[in-house]
């Protein structure tokens, strides 16, 4: 098992944001980077939402696990 944290942007009202900066529920639809300052030079660049102060990073917990199916195992 692998674990990793993502970070995505939430909006103080609740919503998360996509990577076109368009407001999405559903925080597996919602823009992810693999460092929290990576997101925050995206959330201020050019491409970023235009309210970047009403962003904060909330970090998700990502894990990874093979499953090996019972013809696989020897």
Known sequence: MVIKYRYVPRHKNGHFINIYSEP???FMKAVHFPREDDLNIWILGRYGPDDPQNFRAIP?????ELEVGESHVQ
């Open 24 to 26: 999405t529920e559903d």
């Open 60 to 64: 998700i917990k990502v894990t990874y």
